[in-house]
């Protein structure tokens, strides 16, 4: 790869794909040893401590910025789940391809957008479109 400060050393990116070939060939391979949770955090340190280390030795100011963002991340995936935590949903449609198709659910005469295509199944597909409102 080529960056704008030129070729990556091999050494940085020799544990990227070592993980990438992990994940692809342990399941296959060894798979009740890749079952325990234990032994993916084995191969995840083994790989991921020398870019550690590396970082620690050559851009210390990198790793604050990175725990940062990745922080802030955690916070955002927990609002998320939070804020979903809450969501139900209800119908009677059956759940098909045919119904999950935005062609299927988007009439071109009058289509308005979400609203429009929920109110649409509750009346049925053939039903005349509601007044439009003024605007």
């Given at each position: 790869m080529i960056t704008p400060a030129g070729p990556l050393p091999v050494y940085t990116v020799v544990p990227f794909v070592a993980m990438l070939l992990a994940i692809a060939i342990c399941?296959?391979?060894?798979?009740?040893?890749?079952?325990?949770n234990r032994n993916k955090m084995i191969v995840a340190a083994a790989l991921g401590l020398p870019i550690?280390?590396?970082y620690m030795i050559r851009r210390p100011e990198a790793l604050g910025a990175m725990a940062e963002e990745y922080v802030s991340f955690i916070i955002l995936l927990a609002g998320l789940y939070v804020i979903a935590g809450g969501i139900l949903l209800r119908g009677d449609l059956q759940a098909?391809?045919?119904?999950?198709?935005?062609s299927h659910?988007?009439?071109?005469?009058?289509?308005?957008?979400?609203?429009?295509?929920?109110h649409r199944h509750h009346r049925g597909l053939d039903a005349p479109d509601p007044p439009a409102s003024p605007d």
């Amino acid at each position: 790869m080529i960056t704008p400060a030129g070729p990556l050393p091999v050494y940085t990116v020799v544990p990227f794909v070592a993980m990438l070939l992990a994940i692809a060939i342990c399941p296959l391979w060894v798979p009740h040893w890749w079952e325990s949770n234990r032994n993916k955090m084995i191969v995840a340190a083994a790989l991921g401590l020398p870019i550690l280390v590396l970082y620690m030795i050559r851009r210390p100011e990198a790793l604050g910025a990175m725990a940062e963002e990745y922080v802030s991340f955690i916070i955002l995936l927990a609002g998320l789940y939070v804020i979903a935590g809450g969501i139900l949903l209800r119908g009677d449609l059956q759940a098909t391809p045919l119904t999950n198709t935005p062609s299927h659910q988007y009439r071109l005469p009058g289509a308005r957008g979400g609203a429009g295509v929920v109110h649409r199944h509750h009346r049925g597909l053939d039903a005349p479109d509601p007044p439009a409102s003024p605007d």
